[in-house]
């Protein structure tokens, strides 16, 4: 048997923790040759942005211990031999009914409030971060939704053209609600999410029901191009506005994430006029990581609008 390869083990302080990282020289990425040092150092550079986004959101990581082209797995849990210091919240897996379901499927999960915490959960090969859409309160109490969230599924036949097409209906209709800023994000797999910031004064429910609402008056007006039912039968050709992502037990890839696809491709906040121009038949793709990179210091961190309190 050939002789196993001995894990590269580095001992690092970050935000005055210290902790070792392993495997650096490790290809995540084949077709890139992306290795671990450069996802490390990629959330090392976003983790200003991003953690801001993350809150005070439990958070659930999708893993790739192998690289991209090995099994993967997702974890809410904490991980097992999670230092003391990682910070963590106990809520229930249905979501932020914890309170009226005290003993039914209760899960403890990790935050990430400092660059120590992405760090340790990255270092575990988790490449996707997914969040809720609400957070928990200094106390971990769990809080209403502050953000609401359209998921663009593109059917096969259908892609980011597409989806440009329909954030633009969506658009307008988020501000005639009163929703404010609207941020859009290419998911960095086919489709997009639109984030609005939401003032907490409302259920999970409440907002799935306006999102549910809004996905049939799409449907209604464009019935060429959007469906609301989640039949896959029905999606051919056209975009599923997908409502049911505000359900309170449900998550989203959380901006800025990596996704563990053949490429290092990230959920990247886009510019409503980069829509506009996919919209109408221009240039309009998934960005890699290095381009986020790039982008971050050319505009800046286009989904500040979404950042929120952290849940104080």
Known sequence: ????????????????????????????????????????????????????????????????????????????????????????????????????????????????????????????????????????????????????VIDLDPGSGAGLTECAQVAMWVKPRLEEMGLGTTVPVTSGSKGMQLYAALPGKHSADDIRALAQDLAQEMTKKHPDLVVWKMTKSLRPGKVFLDWSQNTAAKTTICPYSLRGKAAPYVAAPRTWGEVEEGAAGGPLAQLLFTEVLERLDDVGDLAAALAGNRGT
């Not at 979501?95 to 959960?121: F, K, S």
């Open 1 to 148: 048997m050939p002789e196993k390869k001995r894990q590269e083990r580095v001992s690092v302080e970050v935000a005055g923790r210290r902790m070792t990282v392993v495997n650096l020289d490790k290809v995540m990425y084949p077709a890139t040759e992306t290795t671990k040092g450069e996802v490390l150092s990629y959330y090392a550079q976003v983790a200003p942005v991003m953690i801001p986004l993350i809150g005070r959101r439990a958070v659930t990581r999708i893993r790739w211990p192998h690289g991209v082209e090995g099994p993967m797995f997702f974890e809410k849990n904490l991980p097992s031999g999670a230092p003391s210091w990682l910070p963590r919240v106990t809520v229930s897996s249905h979501g932020r009914d914890a309170d009226a379901h005290p003993d039914r499927d209760r899960l403890t999960y990790p935050l990430v409030l400092d660059l120590a915490d992405l760090t340790y959960l990255v270092n575990l090969a988790s490449l996707e971060l997914h969040v809720h859409q609400w957070q928990v309160d200094t106390d971990d109490h769990p809080l209403n939704p502050d953000r609401l």
